[in-house]
């Protein structure tokens, strides 16, 4: 019969040796947030291929270019492009110092509050928008405006930091990838100086590796000071086509994987999936009302009609919210 | 008295300690190209505030971006462009499939070989010319004659492959800079995608930290599979004004070290000097008639004229090829 004293020796030796073995086999996995099945498989397995020095599929470290689609596919896109929330802010904060705007659409209805009929004309409408809302001012100010809203609005949903609506599993993807030497990329339609204003912080994404929209710009002396002037007009319109050709002229190589969530990324995943050698496209399936959205083929934010065909025919990876990710938003 | 062995071992011993003492020092200037003097003194003072942690001046790393002109700053721009010099090959081998330039200008003079009577309309011509050379092909052909001539294309007067003429003292600048956590970015009026054939490989500098002028480029399908053609139209114009725009929309940080050598970098000069901190602002000034080129003012390659004025103003470093450099070319 062994004594109490031993038997809690015994105990505690057991213990220590099952945390020990316990705990590198949970530190292993990468992505914990995301439930074994195809998905995070097929993730695992392409990185396996194109890292694995001497076969085949091997790339070297310089070539993994991953591009990322945002709104939608790394953070919250509904029920409106947070983008489009900064600006309507905007535009109340605005609306004392322009009267006119009071007998004006899309202006008005959005004083009033009523986005639904500011929107009324679609693209054109938001176009006006932005343009009023994101210009007349030098890209200092711009920056430390969208920086310091970004950071405390909360949205109406999940009354959180708009910054904070990102997907947890997505960061442990940007985080792995990058582990295993991958530089990764937004590529996205939202504008460029809007998403950096939080992407290195949320996402470890500095500011030269987020490619996006863009407006004209002026340079010009301020006094002695040089400055960079917002113009009220497009310049870069970065969203399908237009996501390969600046691909082209920003990063100047094929990515090997790429991530979108609805049609505005289908070109992107065809250009990276078509390149020679292993590739990764994936689509991010919104599926999930309970915990985020639930939207696909009509939803006039983040549609996705063709490219959920083209993923399917193709058996590019289409990842259920639902099903492959236990968790949604990061812990606060 | 001592043995000859003794001698021997002792002389051996004392040489053993001098290489030992030697060496590292030698290894220790990471310029050795570089005279000592003003501008290197400038260089390494400048490294070493922005480098030392919990000083005033102390950069992050990741905000330690370094922008570099291309043509004449990293390498030999005279008599001409080299892109220029591409372009009129590119000319002559289609000569043949377009029998209607013999009686076009400004095709008919290159082909003939006279570049000055073909350069008569200036920029016009030059527009052109590249127009005609550097479209109607998809981005992959054209990444591949463009590797397979600037690596074999020898100029006239130094006999070498064109990706061979570039300033050692530079390449020895760039790796200085990396190896202080710098990222290094070329910002060229040049073609982004002629510069990136060769950058990699001469500069150390990836594909997607060069940002040059760019084309017009359109996204179709040949067949199953997709390809950006070239189209025949100028889209960016990243010259004077429009490089620090670039920077803006590309990098996305401004720069705290530029380098340049004429009035094209005057702009991107004034903007990084004009940050808060230290910051470097440097031209290459090209006064070595004997190993190089001497011009300046009224060069129609490379002009160095207000810039130069500004320099001098504004205590830049203005860099003598011939006082400053010990060392133009790399060895073959």
């Known amino acids: 019969m062994i004594s109490r004293t031993t038997a809690r020796a015994v105990a505690a030796i057991t213990l220590a040796w099952w945390f020990a073995a316990a705990t590198p086999a949970a530190a292993q996995d990468p992505l914990p947030s995301w439930n074994d099945g195809a998905s995070k498989q097929a993730v695992v397995a392409f990185v396996g291929r194109v890292t694995k020095p001497g076969t085949p599929d091997f790339v070297p470290a310089p070539q993994r270019i991953a591009a990322f689609d945002n709104d939608g596919t790394l953070w919250v896109e509904q029920p409106l492009y947070t983008q489009f929330e900064f600006a309507i802010d905007r535009v109340k904060l605005q609306a004392a110092a322009h009267p006119e705007w009071k007998n004006t659409e899309p202006f008005a209805s959005l004083i009033e509050g009523d986005v639904g009929r500011a929107l009324a004309n679609g693209e054109e409408s938001l176009q006006q928008v932005l343009a009023a809302t994101h210009a007349g001012m030098n890209t200092d100010s711009y920056e430390r405006i969208a920086r310091e809203w970004i950071k405390t609005k909360r949205d109406a949903r999940f009354k959180r930091p708009y910054s904070t609506l990102v997907y947890q599993p997505m960061l442990e993807l940007l985080d792995y990838l990058r582990a295993n030497g991958f530089k990764t990329f937004i590529v996205s339609g939202g504008g460029v100086e809007f998403i950096r204003a939080y992407a290195e912080e949320a996402y470890g994404i500095p500011p030269e590796q987020v490619i996006g929209s863009s407006g004209r710009m002026k340079y010009q002396m301020r006094g002695d000071v040089p400055e960079l002037l917002k113009l009220p ?24 994987a790429a991530f979108g969530n609805s049609d505005g990324d289908l070109q992107m995943l065809e250009w990276t999936a078509s390149g020679k050698g292993a590739r990764l496209a994936m689509l991010v399936h919104h599926d999930d009302a309970a915990r985020e959205y639930a939207y696909d083929r009509d939803s006039k934010v983040g549609g996705l009609d063709k490219a959920l065909d083209v993923a399917v025919a193709k058996k590019w990876v289409v990842v259920s919210m639902k099903n492959d990710w236990n968790v949604i938003l990061p812990k606060q």
Request: hydrophobic residues 40%.
């Open 233 to 256: 007009a497009v310049d870069v319109v970065n969203d399908r086509d237009g996501k390969v050709i600046s691909i082209q002229k920003v990063i100047g190589r094929r990515p090997i």
